[in-house]
């Protein structure tokens, strides 16, 4: 296949693997698909993320006068529009008041559920911002002084949440404890590497595997018990009510449910492959790492299946995902997924029909207005700039610009991370 | 299967790669398949390279008395012991005189070689720096003034390999020029990423691609004209004679054989990997990068095997190969492919039956008497230090032997890269 058609199909395989992320249809199909919904007395609506207002809307769209009352938290400046569910704006990434006040409301909705009803809750990127819920005793302030001092200290985010999870009242499965006895779904849009559930949105209906001993723990690792504010320490030392943990009775009521994820979108991408002809291949849903090394080794890929039909024989496909990092050594603008493409563009300069497309499923790849780029073997030559320059100089947004090979999709109102893809013809 | 199997699997699938590498094994082979011997009047061996001895005295065992005359410098010590070839002792990596004496003796030979001769020649890593012969009116140290100043700019390999080519007298296709009219036939064993024939060793009997004014604008992009040898400038800018190019007739009776090659020994492990009953796959041969970003990587797919069968279902080995590079940020002892190890561990720990291997198939990784290193899902929890911090340090090779987890070979004789391999139970 001429790398114009190669184009084509890449674009035609990211439209399908936003498609399966697409917060709209991801709830809708996971809705249709439960046999269940008729037999409880009340479905209550609830949860946070930055695409909550789609979620919600589309859980609407299927349940109708089915719902009783819902309160979802939703990023400042959301579009969504909605009849029964209130969706509350919040600040985000910084987690602000109203966000407290929609989490009260949450808990509110929650509590008040009971053994006969459904609490429906959707989860997606952003939502342990837009659902702060500082525990009895703690301020927003006091909590976010906390977060700040472990994020400067290097902890991880397991640690991270280790100690979140115990200074709050939502996050660690304590929402699904207030719903209790209710039947709790749970329909989450994984946004982190892995999908675990008690990472995303801090896992607000999953059990928690840490406790406060691993909160003071992990303070300690960092030499930050006397460092966080006092109502922060002496909640962890106090130890009062653990996390609910997994095998705990209220658990059996509750399903986490993913119904978007990047594995999700791979496979989407990876049928739609597939179908255009193509053999084709996962290799990981969890890539992380230095962008330029991840991209280099996606550009060795795409040389073995030119040169020997490895792993694929042509015309083939290879499809990835997961979230790399750009160590920024220039002052040029760009974004991961445009960076992907360039350092790639530089390995596979030459080769006939080879195509390499890298783009971020939210639609907005760094400070720009772009998803990504794509690159194939005359990408170097027909630059009027010089791609290793260029990388040196983290500029891949105007490299690709002159090029026309920006991959512009908009804001696409989802996040499962990056796909990367390798066509070869 | 379980680990132990794994690690007894991939110590099998280790020595597979290493057999198809071995200098002595991959010459013999690709004489013995040769049906033309027996029509050459004389049968002249030249040649250099760090496994030079190794593979002058498998030529002498398969042609025996048919050798007529042989040279073939060697890197001081080599221990090979042949009859009907000399071998000469040289500075490696820096050029001697003894280097230069020899090339001046291979060069002679060449010249000697008449139309119904055979000249074989036995390349491979380190024959560049091994046959030293710079042109007329320059010295050794002119020539490795050139070199340095050119390696201190950033130049690429190509680049650095146009200007060397145009001030020596064997490199660039020249010894398959003086060898003219005789037939040559060239056993290369590749240590370069690519087995670009013009690289190994500078190319002697590979056309040339670049020209004295190619080899001038490289001096010119460096800023270095004025800063190389005065000799050096002089012959570039006489421009009297230059390399055998692509095309020209002498290279109708020239052939270039790679008879090991890290793509080669990929090819071999594949074969034993599927042997033992294991899905597997190659995934490139080029893969070069920051060595940390790339063993992630692996550990990535290593991780989608395990959760989703994909690429392969299990029992899988995912096979690769090149040459990663280690940035230096700590003082400890290791190497790229026990580095290598070290950052996958991290990423497969906790995960059942998996492992991940990696080795230098010349035997010495670094600046240690190990090859390589494996992990397991329970490396980072069985060794006394921490992973992490090791990694941190670059202290591969501490933490690996305290767990019995080196991969130990001997020098093999041999160099083909580096070896990867994934296998998950």
Do not use: W
Not at 130 to 159: C, F, N, V, W
């Amino acid at each position: 296949m001429e790398v114009k058609q190669l184009r084509k199909d890449a674009a035609a395989i990211l439209r399908a693997a936003l498609k399966a992320a697409d917060p709209s249809e991801a709830v809708a199909a996971a809705l249709r698909r439960r046999r269940d919904l008729d037999k409880y007395e009340r479905i209550l609506v609830v949860g946070a993320g930055k695409a909550g207002g789609t979620m919600a809307r589309a859980a609407e769209k299927v349940l109708g006068k089915r719902i009783a009352a819902g309160v979802v938290n939703v990023k400042d400046g959301d579009p969504a529009k909605t009849r029964r569910i209130e969706l509350v704006p919040c600040g985000h990434p910084v987690p602000d008041e109203r966000g407290a006040a929609g989490a009260a409301r949450i808990a509110e909705v929650c509590a008040k559920a009971g053994p006969r009803d459904l609490v429906l809750c959707l989860i997606s990127g952003g939502a342990s911002a837009l659902m702060p819920a500082p525990a009895e005793g703690i301020t927003l302030a006091e909590k976010q002084d906390a977060t700040r001092l472990l994020l400067a200290s290097g902890a991880t985010i397991h640690e991270l949440n280790a100690v979140r999870k115990h200074i709050s009242t939502l996050k660690g499965g304590q929402l699904a404890r207030l719903a209790a006895p209710a039947k709790v779904v749970s329909l989450i849009l994984s946004d982190v590497v892995g999908d675990d559930l008690d990472v995303i949105g801090s896992g607000p209906t999953a059990p928690d595997a840490s406790t406060f001993a691993t909160a003071l723990g992990v303070l300690d690792k960092y030499g930050l018990r006397g460092k966080v504010p006092g109502s922060v320490r002496e909640r962890l030392e106090r130890a009062e009510t653990e996390t609910p943990k997994a095998g705990e009775r209220l658990f059996a009521k509750v399903e986490n449910q993913i119904v978007g994820s990047n594995q999700k979108s791979l496979e989407a991408a990876l049928a739609a492959a597939k179908s255009l002809g193509y053999r084709s291949l996962i290799l990981a849903s969890t890539i992380e790492g230095e962008t330029r090394d991840v991209a280099r080794m996606h550009a060795a890929i795409a040389r073995q299946i030119r040169e020997y039909g490895q792993p694929l024989k042509s015309p083939a496909c290879v499809i990835s995902g997961g979230e790399t990092t750009v160590t920024i050594r220039g002052s040029g603008k760009g974004g991961r997924n445009q960076e992907f493409a360039l350092a790639a563009a530089l390995d596979i300069a030459g080769l006939d029909r080879v195509l390499v497309l890298s783009a971020g499923t939210d639609g907005t790849d760094g400070p720009t207005d772009a998803a990504g780029a794509l690159a194939d073997g005359a990408t170097v030559t027909r630059a009027s700039t010089d791609a290793r320059q260029a990388l040196a100089e983290n500029a891949s947004y105007a490299y690709f610009a002159e090029l026309g090979d920006l991959v512009i999709t908009g804001p696409t109102g989802t996040n499962v991370m990056d796909l990367h893809l390798v066509l070869v013809g």
